[in-house]
């Protein structure tokens, strides 16, 4: 008889080695499936697809024993790196006039599309594809011109629809030269130009590498942020002078916090997150390419600026003056003020302790990037940026709910957030502590007795016994001020008034 134990365990060992297999099988009769859908709603007339074969891969389609055009997918052909790092699968349509038949994204990584845009706009994206003749350019955004199809975008994922853009255009047009189809008359006339030119020139410009023409389009936007980055490099540089001036810094602060909320958030979506980590760590253990992270200026830029100061100042410039939603949280906790909201301040025991939640956090997230980027996507949400910065709270109400949640807290709790969950400022303190220098200034008097610069601190990074913990410093440099304060430093004001008292002795003995 046989044992019911051991029955179970070959039916479990058989389970093991037969569930990849048929998973496989399973993904790839869903894929067929979805491929050839989309062909009929590419061609209607369509009655048979070929085999994706030749340099590059296209697969024929046939109808009524004519051949109507062909498919491809672009990632077999130009695998341009997106956000994720990963390219974007997508199933194209050519006639053979060379006119788009259809667009079908088959697969992605992108976090942006993952989590936050809508199927409807994705979808809406790539049904303005059909119709465009290869003698035409596309690009996003603008106005169509002669030569020119103007595409519109897809609000916060501004760089992946370009990819998606600049992927079907090359390899539309590798199929194009593989396979010798020529344009009609009409689609030249459209053009404005004969075929020797106009095909070759649109060519000759898909060989540009794709984050080149990114930059290009961007020259004005990256002028202003290099110049901006720089003044804080000065602001930084120069931090015990401008102490000593406590209005002038104090409104340059506030001013710089307005300019990186609009500008540098919500106008040039440079919201930096943990996401931009994850995805550095897995092009480095996958296949490291620049071109992933120079698709997007703001970003690339913010993030070589940061790794600077990561090691001359600690992780504080970033959270403190250049992440949007920091500085959101920030100015509304200073309206609060002015409103006179009574602010809760939580009990430094307790306080010690929530701060690890955020470096839990982000090693919970780390842990499940390494299975996958996608799997780790969904729980990227922690994360209010998506919500407030890249999509300016047009979404839907739970991730709004929960945005708004947070900036509420913010308003009594000085940058709650920030302090306690943030899992990107958990990912910068870790390599702040290699830190080169100390430029924040302390006195042998600070916590010993005095206690003014850690009450008066925005995230209690300074502990009782004096010392600043540049793990959790935001570098706002008010302690700054106060060190430099004959009239607010005690140990200052103490020998402000010895002076004054000598100065006063002095005068009435000369009397």
């Known amino acids: 008889m046989t044992n019911p134990v051991l029955h179970l365990l070959r039916l479990l060992l058989l389970w093991l080695v037969l569930s990849p ?134 609000s916060g994922a501004t760089i992946t629809v370009m990819v998606i853009n600049s992927t079907i255009m090359r390899s539309l047009h590798k199929v194009i030269e593989s396979r010798g189809i020529e344009p009609n008359a009409e689609a030249q006339a459209e053009a404005g130009t004969s075929h020797e030119k106009s095909v070759n020139a649109i060519m000759d410009s898909n060989l540009e590498p794709f984050w080149l023409i990114v930059w290009q389009e961007n020259e004005l936007q990256i002028a202003i942020l290099i110049i901006s980055l720089l003044a804080l490099a000065f ?80 992780r504080g410039v970033y959270c403190g003056w250049l992440c949007p939603f920091g500085a959101l949280q920030e100015l509304l906790n200073k309206l609060a003020l002015r409103m006179k909201l009574r602010q809760f301040e939580i009990p430094p025991v307790v306080h010690e302790r929530l701060l690890a939640l955020k470096y839990i956090i982000f090693i919970v997230l780390f842990g499940l990037s390494l299975q996958s980027l996608g799997t780790v996507f969904q729980y990227i949400e922690v994360e209010p940026f998506k919500t407030t910065i890249t999509m300016r709270f047009d979404r839907e109400w739970p991730y709004v709910s929960y945005a708004l949640i947070l900036l509420l807290i913010g308003l009594f709790n000085r940058k709650f957030y920030c302090k306690y969950v943030c899992p990107l400022g958990a990912a910068l303190a870790i390599p702040s502590r290699l830190r080169l220098f100390d430029w924040l200034r302390r006195r042998k008097e600070c916590g010993r007795p005095c206690q003014t610069c850690a009450l008066e601190c925005e995230v209690q990074a300074i502990r009782p016994t004096g010392e600043i913990n540049t793990n959790e410093c935001h570098y706002c440099l008010d302690c700054q001020i106060t060190y430099w304060n004959t009239h607010k430093c005690p140990p200052l004001a103490e020998k402000r008034k010895k002076r004054e008292r000598a100065r006063k002795l002095s005068s009435k003995a000369q009397q």
């Open 21 to 154: 297999l048929l998973a496989s099988s399973a993904s790839q009769h869903s894929g067929a499936g979805v491929i050839a859908s989309s062909v009929h709603s590419f061609f209607p007339e369509s009655d048979k697809i070929g085999k994706f074969e030749g340099d590059p891969l296209a697969a024929a389609v046939y109808g009524q024993g004519k051949r109507l055009g062909y498919i491809f997918k672009t990632d077999d052909i130009f695998a341009i790196p997106a956000y994720s790092g990963r390219p974007i699968s997508t199933l194209v349509g050519l006639d053979l006039q060379g006119t788009i038949r259809g667009v079908k994204i088959l697969h992605h990584e992108e976090p942006i599309l993952a989590v936050g845009i809508k199927d409807g706009d994705l979808q809406h994206y790539v049904s303005q594809y059909p119709g465009i003749p290869m003698t035409v350019r596309s690009k996003i955004g603008g106005r169509d011109r002669k030569g020119y199809k103007a595409l519109d975008g897809i």
């Open 235 to 314: 602001i930084l540089v120069f931090q015990d002078w401008l102490a000593r001036h406590p209005t002038f810094l104090t409104r340059v602060r506030i001013i710089f916090l307005i300019y990186t909320l609009f500008f540098i958030g919500w106008y040039m979506l440079g919201q930096l997150s943990v996401v931009n980590v994850l995805t550095f760590f897995s092009a480095i253990t996958h296949e490291f390419k620049w071109d992933t992270f120079l698709l997007d200026p703001a970003t690339f830029l913010l993030w070589g600026f940061v790794a600077v100061t990561l090691l001359l100042w600690g």
